[in-house]
Every structure is written in structure tokens, then in C-alpha cells.
């Protein structure tokens, strides 16, 4: 059976995709981060939300 | 996941040389204190962790599984202690046997080398919960809630749910000062224009009008509206396009801007005073700084103290009491502390933002300073610029904060000492320029005009990504944070249900209306329960130690349901209630037997009358028992394996050993008439030392036995019941003949025969003795195998309904229509 943490991490993502402001898109690459790592590193959110805003305004 | 079949122990710590047969049932260790019980429970610790609790965490000071897990006389050759673990995958239901030993403690072999059976002792290695001891459950219901919720959390493996919440707080933290930043470089930027138009507000009207009135000059078109969208000096010919764009009064109110500044630092006067206040604060105590780094210990130590000794410092204190206001003190000084903390930290960001508002007016200077300016002018301007970006740095970091105390108090910009005398210079050289042309100075006006444009444009769109990814982290945070709590919120509702309906079960005589509430809210986990219908109060308020002793083990069992579901499989309980008095414990029997079906609980204890409970009750089989009598430093425990008492006769007798088989025998039937006699309602005259006569018990049983036989008679004689009828017959003829053969023979259990005849009384004489008190016995118990239990009566509503053994193949009603 899936732990608490994965069943908390996967409704996140979830809630993540339905978001207006943030979407599927955010969704999809914070469970590729989230694969990779665990917990993964608050610099690496940053440059990863940084990278998927900077994409949303071109 | 795991079900134990087999312990093999070698020298590993009290224990030189032990085997038990677990055979994946549930089994009792029980013995007196000092016996070796614990021995079993580290070792069983040791095989499925590689860890020893006991040897480990707060209050184990200098012990070590290396120096001190082996036995005492093999304390210099761990390789020697070493334990081995038959284990059944509950699913698979292969077996194999690992085998670990205190040298090579962190790995272990496995033969055969299953991977379903790999896998799930690496489950249990996640799961040191699986092994625990009063102390450790209690600590559920007596800790603060701020501990509850961290022990609780830990239990659960919700520490993680804990990291990343922390993880995404640091992101929306960095994003926010860095949209702080950006914010800052779109207002440099904005006054940076607003200074050379001459204006204090960056209105469409006033921006279109200044640069409409140079535009004119040069018969430029006039822009209808002039926003930071619009190219001020569209169609300007740039007579230097690769060069500085010079402006003369723009320059002019560029190095003023610069010596304003000096003057009134604006922002920064006032955060070096807050800032250099609050260091003030924490030089003048420096326990502070140190209570900092100590509160989470102190936090830990406080909720382990149990007496007047000291988890943290291992000694003893004048009371209870006075331990714990020491350790409050030190938290409440430690609270103060992180206060400090927070109040340093944003102090610190407000001085490092007004440093960068000061480079960005000397990055304006620089570049003039460079054409105009007195000799190295330009070059000592950015050194001090250089200067400040380090002076920034410093503020990172509360230590670093520290280290610039001295530089706060006297001068936090450190402009060079020359530098009134070059500015002074430096205007008075622009001021020498000669005076621009109308129409040089309107293309100078609106190429600088548009330059500053630029950067007020760039800074706004570089403003807008951080704000954006400032908006995307807030809301990751409060999506997480709202996912999280729901999720905490639920699972606390479960466990404080089934918590609830556990402990309703254990005190059903008296708390039968019981309630619990398991309230989570910031980072903390209250406790209230039910007190006789009288209120909500914590749970160590009114309870008295052995109902917070059951509630520790209810809550502890809840939270293993919730966290392993159909996996909690195996438990280890280290003499986990003994404050609980015997009617309890046979409900805990009860409620550990009905409700945990599918879990091997490995149960130590001290108490002789709970161990029988567990066997009486059906928790544990019979053959699922070793008792410990005693322990030596130089053979370790001194037990007796689980071995049928009939078996044990057999065994006494063989050796020719009749006293020895006749006390076994006595024994035996005092203990099990006192089970029965409980079982049956049997009467007993009071003793009030407990001490019952086995005379007494005898007739009691056999008393209560006629009795609801008679009863039955009855019932299935209103209900004409044939098989009913035929069952009680049958069993009523077997009663007659085992009453008539143990009438015969119980002479042969008199203590007085025991101490002053057995010279004479042999093996044959006793062995009829034996058959017949075996054959009374098999009147009250189940002939199934896999039930072995004893009969009792069910009784509902104050009646009693039915004569019946766990498994339900003895069942006689009791009921008449």
C-alpha cells in the first residue's frame, strides 16, 4: 500500500494540475522532480519554476 | 509482511545460548525482573534493525552496540554475538533465516536469499516502531502536544510530509526576496527616469509631456501617449551610438542624487538601528545563541522525563518538579531566542536592500566620473561599490550579521573619504561643459530619456517573472499545506476512532461511553479523552497510570493500523502494562486476539497472572510460552521452554522424578481451577490475600459445571432441541466418568502426601493419577487443536446466553425460550 507521503505527494500534484495559476504543465514537471529526488532541493523548485514562468511570458 | 518462526541467540547480550519455537503464532516471554526477557527483545531488535534501542538515543551516553551488545564475556569478539531469525513472508508465505551478527551489524544473510522476504525485512528496518516498551508507548499519551505530534508523525513516517512543507516554505521564502529585489530594481530604475525628467511621478501625462517638449524642439512627431512601451527618441539621429549617453543636467542631478544619499541614507538609518538593537540583545546573553541551539534537545529531554533523573544529564534532581522547571526555563529562554532570531533576520534584509539602493546611485556616478571626474575617481567609486556588495553578503546569516557590528555603529556605507571633495569636483566639471544646444540637448534628453525607458521596461519584465514565480510558489505552499492537513486531518479522524472503539473494548465495565479527540493545529497534536461523561481532559489529567498504560497501547495499536494496514503483521511488546489491573488485561487478551488476527505479538512480562491470561484467553497457544525463572552472569537465563504440561509429566515420570511430577501436576490445576473459576462464575469464599485453597477452587468449578450443565439441559429442552439434547448427554456421561476417576485419585495431590510419602509412591501408582486429572481437565476444554480453548460463559445484558470455547465448537445454549 502506498505510504501517507506518497498518497500526500500525489494529491498535491493533483491539486497542482487543477490549479488556474499553475496547471498541468507545473504538475507534470514537479512529479519528474519529485521521481528524481525524493524531497527535492527548495533552489531546484526555484529554478524550475522560474524556467516554466519564464516560458509562460514568451 | 514478517511473521517470526524460529529465534536462535549466541552471545548477544544477557543471553549465551537460547532457542525458541515461535512457529509465526503469537508467544510470551514472561519471568521475574532481572530473568532475561529483555535479552529476547533486543535480540529479536537487533535481527530485523541492526539497531538495539536500548544501546542507542538519548540516555544510552557512552554505550555501543559494538563494545556492548556481545555477551560480557564476549564483550571483545562481537563477531561471536550473533542471532538468527527464522521469518515467513506473510504473503508469499516462504520462509528463510537471517542471521546478523554485532560485528557486521548494518548488513545481514539471508539463506535462501528470497527477494519477497528481502523485501520485507527492509520494510521492518523502516519500522523500529515494530519493537517497543512501555516507556516508549506511555510517551504517546503523557507527551506535550508539540512531542505528541512529532512522536506521532516520526511513528507514521510523516516527518517527510514535515520535510517538504519546510522545503516549499524555503522556496516561497527565496522567491519572495527575490521578488523583493526585483521590486527594488524597478524602483531604482523608475527614479532613475523620474530624476532625469524632473519629475515625482511616473504619470503618462507628465512623461508624455516632458518628452513631447524636446520632441518639439527637433521637429520630431509628437507621441500621443508616452507609456514605457513607447520609444522616446524614435527618429533622434544618435550622434554616439556606442558611446555614453550624456545628458548635462541629467548628470548634473545624478552625482546630486549620490551626495543626497550620503547625507540621509533613507531607509537604512533606521533598519541599523532595529538591526544593531537586536544584536545588542544577543551579545548581552549569549545562553541565547546557545538556548538556540540547544531547544530542540531540551525539547526532546522534557518530554522523557518520567522522574526526579534527567534523561539529558543522566543525573538525579532534588524532585520531579524541579527537573522540569529547569528544562522549562531553558525552552522558554530558547522561545525568546527564535523571536530574536526572526526580528535579526528581516533587520538584516532591510540593511542589505538599502546597501544595493545606494550601488545602484553610485553605478550612475560611475561612468561620469570615469569621463569628468578628478584621477582614479571612477576607479575608487567601484571599489566602493565592490566594497558594499560585500558589505551585503554579511547579511545572510545571523553570524555574519554579528561580525558587523562595528561597521554598523560607525559607518555602514564606508564611502571613500575623498568623496565629497570628487563629487564636488565632478559637478563643478560638468558644470564647465558648455552649455548644450537647444537641439543637442533635446536629443541628449531623449536618448538618455529612452535609455532609463530601457531599464525601467526590463526591470518591470524581470519584476513580473518574480512575481510570478513568487505567485506560483505562495500557491504551492497553501496547496500543499491544505493537501497536507486534510490528509492529517483524516488520518487523525481514523486513528481517533478506532483509538476510541479499542479502548471502549479494554473498559467496557466502567468507560464503556469512552471518547477521544486527537486534535491536530500548527505543528502540534492535542490529546483530550473522555472522563466519565465528566469532560474533555488530557489524558493524564484524571486517568489514573494503568487506564493512560491501556490508552498508550490503544492509541500505539490505532496508529500501526493506520500506518501498515494489512502489513502489521508483527510486534514486539516489552512489558507494555503493567499498571493495568487483571480484569483489563484479559479485555487487552480479548481485544488483541479479535481485533488482531493476522498479528504475531511477541509479549514480555513480569506478571506470572497476565502471562496465564494471555494463554487462558487464547491469545498465546499453550506450547507458545518460555518462562524465565532466574539469570546468571555466566549462563544467562534460566528458563523453561514451552512445553505441555501433560508433556512435562510425561517427562518427570520417564526420569522416575515423581515429586517433581506431582508439584508440576498441583501446580497446574491450581492455575487452571482458578482460570475456570473465573470462567464459570464458579463461588469462592473471599480470601483477601488472594491466596485461594485448591479445594476450594475444585468445588467451585465442579459446582458451576453441574450447574450450567443443568441449565443447558433446560434451554434445549424448551426449544426441544434433539442435538442439543444429545450433545449435553454426551457430555454429561464424559463429566460422570472423569468425576468419578478424579474422586478416585485426588487423594494423590494432597501436599501432605506429597511432602511425607513419596518415598513410597512410585511411577505406576501415579500415572493413573495423572490420566484422571487429565481427563477431568479435557471436560472444560475445546477438543479442537487449533482452538485449545477453555470454556467460558457469554453473558449479555447481565444474562448469561451460552457455555462456549473461542472457536465456537463447544456451545452450549443457555437460553429457555
Not at chain 2, 6 to 12: D, T
Not at chain 2, 488 to 505: K, M
Amino acid at each position: 500500500m502506498p505510504s501517507i507521503n506518497e498518497e500526500v505527494v500525489s494529491a498535491f500534484l493533483q491539486q497542482v494540475a487543477v490549479e488556474d495559476s499553475l496547471g498541468s504543465t507545473v504538475a507534470a514537471e514537479l512529479a519528474t522532480a519529485f521521481a528524481a529526488a525524493k524531497l527535492p532541493k527548495a533552489d531546484d523548485l526555484l529554478q524550475l519554476l522560474t524556467r516554466l514562468t519564464g516560458e509562460a511570458l514568451a | 509482511m514478517i511473521r517470526v518462526e524460529a529465534l536462535r541467540i549466541r552471545e548477544f547480550r544477557g543471553i549465551r545460548d537460547l532457542d525458541l519455537t515461535l512457529s509465526g503464532k503469537s508467544f510470551v516471554v514472561w519471568g521475574p525482573n532481572g530473568s532475561g526477557k529483555s535479552g529476547v527483545v533486543d535480540a529479536l531488535e537487533f535481527a530485523l534493525t541492526g539497531h538495539v534501542s536500548r544501546l542507542e538515543g538519548a540516555g544510552s551516553g557512552l554505550l555501543s552496540l559494538q563494545r556492548h551488545g556481545p555477551h560480557v564475556h564476549r564483550r571483545d569478539d562481537p563477531a561471536a554475538a550473533e542471532v538468527a531469525v527464522t521469518v515467513c513472508e506473510a504473503a508469499s508465505g516462504k520462509t528463510a533465516v537471517l542471521t546478523r551478527n554485532v560485528k557486521t551489524a548494518k548488513t545481514f544473510t539471508l539463506e535462501p536469499d528470497v527477494p519477497e522476504i528481502r523485501a520485507a525485512i527492509e520494510r521492518v528496518q523502516q519500522h523500529p516502531e515494530l519493537t517497543l516498551s512501555r516507556r516508549e508507548i506511555i510517551k504517546f499519551i503523557l507527551a506535550e502536544p508539540g512531542k505528541r505530534a512529532e512522536e506521532v508523525q516520526a511513528l507514521l513516517k510523516l516527518d517527510r510530509l514535515g520535510d517538504l512543507r519546510s522545503v516549499l516554505r524555503t522556496l516561497q521564502t527565496r522567491a519572495s526576496s527575490d521578488h523583493k529585489s526585483a521590486v527594488e530594481q524597478v524602483n531604482s530604475a523608475q527614479n532613475q527616469l523620474m530624476r532625469h525628467l524632473d519629475i515625482n511621478a511616473l504619470l503618462v501625462s507628465r512623461v508624455t509631456g516632458e518628452i513631447n517638449q524636446r520632441r518639439a524642439v527637433l521637429s520630431l512627431p509628437l507621441l500621443e501617449a508616452a507609456t514605457i512601451e513607447t520609444p522616446f527618441a524614435e527618429g533622434v539621429d544618435r550622434p554616439q551610438p556606442d558611446g555614453v549617453s550624456f545628458n548635462k543636467a541629467s548628470a548634473l542631478k545624478d552625482v546630486d542624487a549620490l551626495r543626497q544619499a550620503l547625507t540621509i541614507p533613507p531607509g537604512l538609518s533606521g533598519a541599523v538601528f532595529r538591526l544593531l538593537s537586536a544584536l545588542a540583545e544577543l551579545d548581552a546573553d549569549p545562553t541565547i545563541l546557545t538556548a538556540l541551539k540547544h531547544r530542540e534537545l531540551v525539547t526532546s529531554g522534557l518530554a522523557q522525563v518520567t522522574g526526579s533523573y534527567c534523561p539529558l544529564c543522566e543525573k538525579e534532581w532534588a524532585s520531579e518538579d524541579d527537573l522540569r522547571r529547569h528544562l522549562s526555563d531553558k525552552l522558554e529562554r530558547s522561545e525568546g531566542a527564535a523571536r530574536l532570531e526572526r526580528i535579526l533576520r528581516t533587520e538584516a534584509q532591510q540593511v542589505a536592500l538599502a546597501c544595493k539602493q545606494f550601488r545602484s546611485l553610485i553605478e550612475m556616478v560611475v561612468p561620469l566620473a570615469k569621463s569628468y571626474g578628478p584621477g582614479d575617481s571612477s576607479a575608487q567609486l567601484r571599489l566602493w561599490a565592490e566594497d558594499l556588495v560585500e558589505f551585503e553578503g554579511q547579511f545572510t546569516s545571523i553570524e555574519g550579521a554579528r561580525g558587523q557590528g562595528a561597521r554598523l555603529r560607525s559607518d555602514p556605507v564606508a564611502a571613500p573619504q575623498s568623496l565629497p571633495s570628487i563629487l564636488s569636483q565632478l559637478s563643478a566639471a560638468i558644470e564647465a561643459i558648455p552649455d548644450q544646444s537647444v537641439t543637442a540637448e533635446a536629443t541628449s534628453f531623449l536618448i538618455v530619456a529612452e535609455e532609463r525607458r530601457r531599464s525601467v521596461r526590463l526591470a518591470r519584465e524581470v519584476e513580473a517573472k518574480k512575481g510570478a514565480v513568487h505567485a506560483a510558489a505562495k500557491t504551492l505552499y497553501s496547496v500543499y499545506c491544505a493537501t497536507a492537513d486534510k490528509a492529517l486531518t483524516d488520518l487523525y479522524e481514523a486513528v481517533q476512532a478506532e483509538f476510541g472503539t479499542y479502548y471502549r473494548e479494554i473498559n467496557s465495565d466502567d468507560e464503556s461511553e469512552f471518547k477521544a479527540q486527537l486534535e491536530p493545529s500548527a505543528g502540534k497534536l492535542d490529546l483530550r479523552v473522555d472522563f466519565y461523561g465528566l469532560g474533555m481532559f488530557p489524558p493524564n489529567a484524571f486517568h489514573s497510570e494503568g487506564h493512560q498504560d491501556g490508552m498508550g497501547l490503544c492509541l500505539y495499536l490505532a496508529l500501526m493500523r493506520q500506518m501498515l494496514g494489512s502489513g502489521f503483521t508483527f510486534a514486539v511488546l516489552d512489558d507494555v502494562v503493567m499498571s493495568v489491573d487483571g480484569s483489563h488485561r484479559k479485555q487487552l487478551c480479548n481485544l488483541l486476539r479479535d481485533r488482531f488476527p493476522g498479528v504475531q505479538f511477541v509479549i514480555t512480562t513480569h506478571d506470572p497472572v497476565w502471562a496465564q491470561q494471555m494463554m487462558s484467553t487464547g491469545l498465546v497457544a499453550r506450547a507458545s510460552q518460555a518462562r524465565f525463572h532466574s539469570w546468571t552472569v555466566d549462563d544467562g537465563p534460566v528458563y523453561e521452554p514451552a512445553t505441555e504440561v501433560w508433556d512435562a509429566i510425561a517427562t518427570d515420570l520417564e526420569k522416575d522424578d515423581v515429586p517433581a511430577a506431582a508439584a508440576r501436576l498441583r501446580r497446574a490445576l491450581e492455575s487452571t481451577l482458578s482460570d475456570l473459576a473465573g470462567n464459570l462464575k464458579g463461588l469462592v469464599a473471599f480470601r483477601p490475600e488472594g491466596n485461594y485453597d485448591f479445594g476450594d477452587l475444585l468445588s467451585a468449578v465442579m459446582g458451576a459445571h453441574s450447574k450450567w450443565f443443568g441449565v443447558a439441559a433446560k434451554a434445549a429442552n424448551s426449544w426441544n432441541d434433539s442435538q442439543a439434547k444429545q450433545v449435553i448427554a454426551e457430555l454429561k456421561a464424559a463429566r460422570g466418568a472423569a468425576v468419578i476417576a478424579q474422586a478416585e485419585e485426588s487423594w494423590a495431590i494432597n501436599k501432605a502426601v506429597h511432602y511425607n510419602e513419596w518415598a513410597s509412591f512410585s511411577k505406576a501408582d501415579f500415572e493413573p493419577v495423572v490420566d484422571a486429572w487429565r481427563q477431568f481437565l479435557n471436560l472444560f476444554s475445546c477438543s479442537n487443536v487449533d482452538c485449545e480453548g477453555r470454556i467460558y460463559l457469554v453473558v449479555s445484558s447481565g444474562r448469561e446466553e451460552a457455555l462456549r470455547c473461542r472457536c465456537g465448537k463447544y456451545n452450549l445454549n443457555l437460553r429457555s425460550k
